[in-house]
């Protein structure tokens, strides 16, 4: 089976990104999980790398195997609207703020924010990476960014009036 | 005064992602220019994706543990450069001008705009309708056509399809032959009627017509394609669409939309 890896097309593409993965990862997953982020990571990986299968970009493909693993690990560990623990004190006081605000975020809306604004991709690509049509991607980051913008202080949240795109 | 259009809010979060055509982009800068309050909201959203690609710092600057090697590669644990980082970088570096681009042209309209809302005024009679609808994608325009197949032959009470389902083997055959799909999908407690082949994008498009035990017609598009999922929804009919072993495939009917949803969940869209 190794060799099999070893010989797969997807291997070194996938060591590229593999920086940008991570990151995607760990702010999925949350502040206070690296660990478990990059195992996340590192699994979809392997798992995209010994994939056979050649339709479709790997790096996209590792992406879209983040996301569904980490929906797998949040629904089997009961905890899809638990908050995330508190960032850590000593980390900058801007970037604490929004960390904070994206981790205790709904997930789906979470997934959404972070694949557009972190990880770069378009619409398309984002709903193919969540699984969804590009309607509700939309739909879900109208929502991450209403509630980013409800969270600054003295800016109340705008809800009512976001249309949802069917 | 302003240009008479309305853009939807969706397309002002396609703007700051760089999601819009160049010619719609300039034309949401001119309704920015006009419109300051929906302005500031854009500023405010490209402030937040700045702060949060600062919030995540790279892992590239970290050093890379030996835990995070992938099992069995002897890959090194130093990354270069390469071209498949480089595309997606490049990616993200157009999105960026794009977004300069735009902001620049914000900037000039804001100046002219009333000259260039006045010239559009003139130039042209003002169009009654939104100049931008939702967002249309790829995907959702399939699950439309699907619709329009729907409403041209479903409702064909003398012959809505051209080879019907009773001669099944020279249904299959056919439609593999013209459309290259392998074989009609079944579909629980649906009876297949028979099938259509229609134009598509580039190859032939099969059309099968299904009636559900509920005694709805329901159509299945298909031609060869990977889009992700989409969907549509007018005048009570509606539309799903998916993409499956390089096939895109859209239900569509007169049905309620999670009925659709799970015609489409049971013919292979994923969950």
């Known amino acids: 089976m190794s060799e099999e890896r070893k010989s797969t097309p997807h291997s070194e593409a996938l060591h590229e990104g593999a920086p940008e993965l991570r990151r995607?990862?760990?702010?999925?997953?949350?502040?206070?999980?690296?660990?478990?982020?990059?195992?996340?990571a590192q699994t979809a990986t392997a798992r995209i790398a010994a994939s056979d299968r050649l339709a479709g970009d790997p790096l996209e493909r590792t992406f879209a195997e983040i996301v569904r693993l980490n929906r797998r690990r949040v629904r089997e560990r009961g905890r899809a609207s638990e908050p995330a623990e508190a960032v850590g004190a000593e980390a900058e006081r801007r970037d604490v703020s929004m960390a904070g605000q994206i981790a205790v975020m709904p997930l789906d809306e979470r997934e959404a924010l972070l694949i557009v604004a972190l990880a770069g991709y378009g619409y398309e690509a984002a709903g193919r990476i969540l699984d969804l049509p590009v309607s509700s991607v939309v739909s879900r980051l109208m929502r991450a960014r209403a509630r980013l913008d409800g969270a600054k202080p003295g800016v109340a949240p705008r809800s009512g009036h976001l249309r949802v795109v069917k | 005064m302003t240009g008479g259009s309305r853009v939807s809010e969706a397309e002002l979060h396609a703007f700051v992602d760089g999601q819009l055509s160049d010619e719609r982009a300039l034309a949401v800068a001119v309704w920015l220019a006009e419109h300051p309050r929906d302005g500031l909201r854009v500023d405010g959203w490209r402030m937040q994706n700045?702060?949060?690609?600062?919030?995540?710092?790279?892992?590239?600057?970290?050093?890379?543990?030996?835990?995070?090697?992938?099992?069995e590669?002897?890959?090194?644990?130093?990354?270069?450069?390469?071209?498949?980082i480089e595309v997606y970088r490049a990616r993200r570096r157009r999105r960026h001008t794009l977004s300069l681009v735009a902001a620049f042209a914000a900037g000039a309209l804001a100046a002219g705009a009333m000259a260039v809302g006045a010239h559009r005024m003139t130039a042209r009679p003002a169009n009654p309708e939104p100049i931008f609808a939702d967002i249309t994608t790829a995907s959702d325009e399939f699950a439309r056509r699907a619709v329009e197949a729907w409403q041209t032959y479903?409702?064909?009470?003398?012959?809505?399809?051209?080879?019907?389902?009773?001669?099944?083997?020279?249904?299959?055959?056919?439609?593999?032959?013209?459309?290259?799909?392998?074989?009609?999908?079944?579909?629980?407690?649906?009876?297949?009627?028979?099938?259509?082949?229609?134009?598509?994008?580039?190859?032939?498009?099969?059309?099968?017509l299904y009636r559900l035990g509920s005694g709805d017609l329901v159509a299945l598009l298909a031609e060869p394609g990977a889009h992700s999922p989409g969907a549509?929804?007018?005048?009570?009919?509606?539309?799903?669409?998916?993409?499956?072993?390089?096939?895109?495939?859209a239900v569509a009917g007169a049905v309620p939309e999670r009925r659709l949803d799970s015609l489409a969940m049971e013919l292979g869209r994923p969950l």
């Open chain 2, 232 to 249: 549509y929804a007018a005048n009570g009919l509606a539309a799903r669409s998916w993409s499956r072993d390089g096939f895109d495939y």
């Open chain 2, 154 to 208: 479903a409702r064909d009470n003398g012959r809505p399809v051209e080879v019907e389902a009773r001669d099944m083997a020279a249904l299959a055959k056919w439609l593999k032959d013209r459309t290259k799909l392998e074989r009609p999908p079944a579909i629980g407690d649906a009876r297949l009627i028979g099938g259509r082949v229609l134009p598509g994008h580039g190859e032939n498009a099969a059309f099968l």
């Open chain 2, 73 to 84: 590669s002897d890959a090194p644990l130093t990354m270069p450069a390469t071209p498949a």
């Open chain 1, 24 to 40: 995607f990862a760990r702010a999925l997953v949350g502040p206070v999980s690296t660990r478990t982020a990059d195992t996340l």
């Open chain 2, 50 to 71: 700045d702060a949060i690609q600062r919030a995540f710092p790279a892992p590239a600057r970290e050093r890379v543990t030996l835990a995070f090697r992938a099992p």
